[in-house]
């Protein structure tokens, strides 16, 4: 079935330090993943997203790279500030229209 | 452009009840898709609507419903409520430009349901 795993589930780095989370999907017919930032008690949101023909996209301090062969995708985010302090999700589009399957989260704590 | 709104925000409910939750796309989105969120789950997809037909339907049973309007605005419908419908159910919309290509999806604050 459609499976997406993340790691790791909790994060917790330095200011100015690096984040890299990473997932791996299960569905080869995957072509777009989005990432999404959740703070507490707010609405998910989209950070960055790619598709599968392409291998890495990046705006400003975050990057996301996708390796389709090892059905890997990781999120990059350089120079982390307190207010990157939130969980993040990765997401695989799945069979049909418009459905993500997620990832479990991961909560990124940056302490200053 | 006005955000994706969701409606109740909070709702309490006892077992055995049923309970409709709203949620108001984006203007000009005519996609929207539901998924729950829980703390043991994760963020699971429930189905998704566009054009006022269901096109997709996540593993949730059939007391899981909903259903979309001409103006694109959906709801959702639980019936005979068991305590482990407590969650936080969110409501997405997405343009989708290009029939079947995916676009990002803008969720909503969500409505945050407490089964007793």
């Known amino acids: 079935g459609e499976n997406v795993e993340q790691h790791p589930s909790t994060l917790s780095v330095q200011e100015g330090d690096s984040a890299v989370i990473k997932c791996t999907y299960s569905?080869?017919?995957?072509?777009?993943f989005p990432w999404y930032k959740q703070e507490l008690g707010k609405r998910p949101q989209l950070i960055i997203d790619?598709?599968?023909?392409?291998g890495e996209k990046k705006d400003q301090r975050i990057a996301v790279t996708l390796n389709k062969t090892a059905k890997h995708f990781s999120l990059h985010i350089t120079e982390t500030q307190p207010e990157d302090s939130a969980v993040y999700f990765c997401?695989?589009?799945?069979?049909?229209?418009?459905?993500?399957?997620f990832g479990t989260g991961t909560r990124l704590l940056v302490s200053p | 452009k006005a955000g994706v709104t969701q409606t109740p925000r909070y709702l309490i409910k006892t077992r055995g009840q049923q309970v409709t939750l709203s949620c108001s796309p984006i203007?000009?989105?005519?996609?929207v898709s539901w998924y729950q969120q829980t703390p043991g789950q994760g963020l699971q997809f429930l189905f998704e609507?566009?054009?006022?037909?269901?096109?997709n339907k996540g593993n949730f049973p059939g007391r899981f419903s909903g259903r979309q309007f001409s103006n694109s605005r959906s709801e959702m419908n639980v019936s005979t409520l068991e305590l482990g419908d407590s969650a936080l159910y969110l409501c997405?919309?997405?343009?989708?430009?290009?029939?079947?290509?995916?676009?990002?999806?803008?969720f909503g604050p969500g409505t945050r349901l407490t089964v007793l």
């Open positions: 997405a919309s997405s343009l989708e430009e290009l029939a079947g290509v995916y676009s990002e999806q803008f």
């Open positions: 790619i598709r599968s023909n392409v």
């Open positions: 203007s000009g989105h005519r996609s």
């Open positions: 609507y566009f054009s006022e037909t269901q096109r």
């Open positions: 997401a695989a589009s799945g069979r049909g229209f418009q459905k993500l399957v």
């Open positions: 569905d080869s017919a995957s072509n777009y």
